[in-house]
């Protein structure tokens, strides 16, 4: 065996090389840089090549070694690439609901964003399309589509952006980015007004929609003391606890899927219906009139605003990658994109037929409260009562899981904050308590408010920055581009952009 060795070594080829090595971790858990190799075609190399936990395994490196110690070393290769980047885990993060179970997988990723992204604001576009009118409104639409897309994978790619750190909430980014103290100034309202005030809305929506259900299906049968609406809305909460009680938000997969299967099939029935319908006989295309230009750019502006608010979800784009596995050799983006563009892809056959259609159904008609309001004060009489209860019920469905999904970084910041006080997880007991609190504090908004799910608008405006604008300085901010080439102009141009939207639309909602 000595004698087979010695005849390995001779064996190599006596080229001067440089030598690498290895990162060290530091007692701060960062990596340390390598000396810069020294020579012309060296250094190019070890710019080129970026350090992985494997790259000082390699062939070169295993030619001079006996097999059993190859065997090893390849093994170990293996285990480290399986293992991954090396990832600084929080204890914390196993307790709380978003980070508790990572078994996710692309499939989870389209359920949930199809969930998040596909709701009852979809149902108000031809509301705006009747303040702009076909060209304007198909424009906006399509910008808004893609621009959210591509601000959607930048999220997804920002997720590990730092070797060794996930950032597996849209808070902890902004932290990053932008510092401690600005990030969550500029971030944590936003998101949280985004999740409260969508909960609130869905509670208003649902309710309304679970009456109009109750109507429809009870018919001249109902009692002379049927529910009021605020009685309505206090059952469909309920409805709302209960589910609530799931732990995290893996366990909510299922539901996020049947909120996807109801919101495509009810997006599709109420476009269907009503094109399938004779139209009002005095429709007009022509955008909504106003006897001053200043209440005209409002009425523009409040627009723009539902176009952006139809976009929501880019606030739960981090929480839903961070319930994937994530390893050096499968990181977590490659099946979170998969799935976002299945999902965005299905969401896009959702919200411009809706808008097209219903807008070419009513044209400047269409009511404030959108679609389903227009489906039943135009063709309450000429619509089969069986499909007006079915598209209905299928709304209640939708509201309910879309609920789960939204209120889910509320649940998490709840349990963050009491882990990091006493040191332990939350009880059943307690994680049921946070829940039902919240559920009827949000009952409680929405009684004191009605008209919050009119308010597409004003919520658009106060939360485009979240889709539109902070995700491309995060880009600059933390990728650092090279400066003046075109994703440093391109990120910098649609941030600002965003900001001045964001301003411009919430004075119009108000």
Same mark, same amino acid.
């Given at each position: 065996?000595?004698?087979?060795?010695?005849?390995?070594?001779?064996?190599?080829?006596?080229?001067?090389?440089?030598?690498?090595?290895?990162?060290?971790?530091?007692?701060?858990?960062?990596?340390?840089?390598?000396?810069?190799?020294?020579?012309?075609?060296?250094?190019?190399?070890?710019?080129?090549?970026?350090?992985?936990?494997?790259?000082?395994?390699?062939?070169?490196?295993?030619?001079?070694?006996?097999?059993?110690?190859?065997?090893?070393?390849?093994?170990?290769?293996?285990?480290?690439?399986?293992?991954?980047?090396?990832?600084?885990?929080?204890?914390?993060?196993?307790?709380?609901?978003?980070?508790?179970?990572?078994?996710?997988?692309?499939?989870?990723?389209?359920?949930?964003?199809?969930?998040?992204?596909?709701?009852?604001?979809?149902?108000?576009?031809?509301?705006?399309?009747?303040?702009?009118?076909?060209?304007?409104?198909?424009?906006?639409?399509?910008?808004?589509?893609?621009?959210?897309?591509?601000?959607?994978?930048?999220?997804?790619?920002?997720?590990?952006?730092?070797?060794?750190?996930?950032?597996?909430?849209?808070?902890?980014?902004?932290?990053?980015?932008?510092?401690?103290?600005?990030?969550?100034?500029?971030?944590?309202?936003?998101?949280?007004?985004?999740?409260?005030?969508?909960?609130?809305?869905?509670?208003?929506?649902?309710?309304?929609?679970?009456?109009?259900?109750?109507?429809?299906?009870?018919?001249?049968?109902?009692?002379?003391?049927?529910?009021?609406?605020?009685?309505?809305?206090?059952?469909?909460?309920?409805?709302?606890?209960?589910?609530?009680?799931?732990?995290?938000?893996?366990?909510?997969?299922?539901?996020?899927?049947?909120?996807?299967?109801?919101?495509?099939?009810?997006?599709?029935?109420?476009?269907?219906?009503?094109?399938?319908?004779?139209?009002?006989?005095?429709?007009?295309?022509?955008?909504?009139?106003?006897?001053?230009?200043?209440?005209?750019?409002?009425?523009?502006?409040?627009?723009?605003?539902?176009?952006?608010?139809?976009?929501?979800?880019?606030?739960?784009?981090?929480?839903?990658?961070?319930?994937?596995?994530?390893?050096?050799?499968?990181?977590?983006?490659?099946?979170?994109?998969?799935?976002?563009? @299945?999902?965005?892809?299905?969401?896009?056959?959702?919200?411009?037929?809706?808008?097209?259609?219903?807008?070419?159904?009513?044209?400047?008609?269409?009511?404030?409260?959108?679609?389903?309001?227009?489906?039943?004060?135009?063709?309450?009489?000429?619509?089969?009562?069986?499909?007006?209860?079915?598209?209905?019920?299928?709304?209640?469905?939708?509201?309910?899981?879309?609920?789960?999904?939204?209120?889910?970084?509320?649940?998490?910041?709840?349990?963050?904050?009491?882990?990091?006080?006493?040191?332990?997880?939350?009880?059943?007991?307690?994680?049921?308590?946070?829940? @039902?609190?919240?559920?009827?504090?949000?009952?409680?908004?929405?009684?004191?408010?009605?008209?919050?799910?009119?308010?597409?608008?004003?919520?658009?405006?106060?939360?485009?920055?979240?889709?539109?604008?902070?995700?491309?300085?995060?880009?600059?901010?933390?990728?650092?581009?090279?400066?003046?080439?075109?994703?440093?102009?391109?990120?910098?141009?649609?941030?600002?952009?965003?900001?001045?939207?964001?301003?411009?639309?919430?004075?119009?909602?108000?």
């Amino acid at each position: 065996m000595d004698e087979r060795l010695e005849t390995e070594l001779i064996s190599i080829p006596a080229t001067p090389r440089a030598t690498s090595t290895p990162e060290i971790l530091t007692p701060t858990g960062q990596r340390s840089p390598r000396p810069p190799i020294a020579g012309g075609a060296a250094a190019k190399e070890s710019k080129s090549a970026a350090w992985t936990p494997t790259s000082f395994i390699s062939p070169r490196f295993l030619s001079p070694i006996g097999t059993p110690m190859k065997r090893v070393l390849v093994n170990m290769k293996g285990y480290l690439e399986e293992v991954g980047h090396l990832t600084k885990l929080n204890p914390q993060d196993a307790w709380l609901p978003i980070t508790e179970s990572r078994n996710g997988n692309a499939h989870y990723a389209a359920f949930h964003n199809l969930n998040a992204g596909v709701g009852f604001q979809a149902l108000v576009l031809p509301v705006a399309f009747s303040f702009l009118g076909w060209g304007w409104g198909i424009f906006a639409l399509t910008i808004a589509y893609f621009w959210q897309l591509y601000t959607l994978w930048i999220l997804v790619q920002l997720h590990e952006a730092v070797p060794g750190k996930r950032y597996n909430r849209y808070v902890e980014l902004a932290e990053a980015a932008f510092g401690k103290k600005l990030g969550v100034w500029l971030a944590l309202f936003p998101t949280v007004y985004l999740s409260a005030g969508t909960a609130t809305a869905l509670i208003l929506v649902g309710g309304e929609t679970m009456k109009l259900f109750f109507e429809i299906v009870c018919g001249p049968l109902c009692s002379s003391n049927p529910l009021t609406t605020v009685e309505w809305y206090l059952v469909f909460t309920s409805l709302c606890i209960v589910l609530s009680q799931l732990p995290n938000l893996n366990s909510i997969a299922g539901l996020s899927l049947v909120g996807a299967v109801t919101a495509i099939t009810y997006s599709t029935m109420v476009w269907v219906l009503s094109v399938s319908q004779r139209r009002p006989p005095q429709i007009s295309y022509e955008p909504v009139s106003f006897p001053s230009a200043t209440a005209s750019l409002f009425s523009v502006l409040n627009a723009l605003g539902i176009i952006a608010f139809a976009f929501r979800g880019h606030n739960l784009v981090l929480e839903i990658q961070a319930t994937m596995p994530s390893t050096f050799k499968h990181p977590a983006h490659v099946p979170m994109w998969k799935g976002a563009k @299945v999902a965005y892809f299905f969401i896009a056959m959702c919200l411009f037929p809706i808008a097209i259609g219903g807008y070419w159904a009513y044209g400047n008609l269409m009511p404030s409260g959108g679609m389903l309001t227009a489906i039943y004060a135009f063709h309450s009489h000429d619509i089969a009562r069986g499909l007006l209860a079915m598209t209905f019920l299928l709304v209640v469905f939708s509201c309910l899981s879309s609920f789960q999904i939204y209120s889910m970084p509320v649940f998490d910041s709840f349990e963050a904050s009491y882990t990091s006080r006493t040191n332990r997880p939350c009880s059943v007991w307690v994680r049921s308590s946070f829940r @039902v609190f919240y559920g009827f504090v949000n009952l409680l908004i929405g009684v004191a408010f009605p008209f919050l799910s009119s308010l597409a608008g004003l919520l658009g405006g106060l939360t485009l920055p979240v889709t539109f604008a902070y995700p491309c300085f995060m880009w600059v901010l933390l990728k650092q581009p090279p400066k003046h080439s075109c994703s440093w102009y391109l990120n910098w141009i649609l941030g600002w952009i965003g900001i001045a939207f964001s301003l411009a639309f919430s004075i119009g909602g108000i």
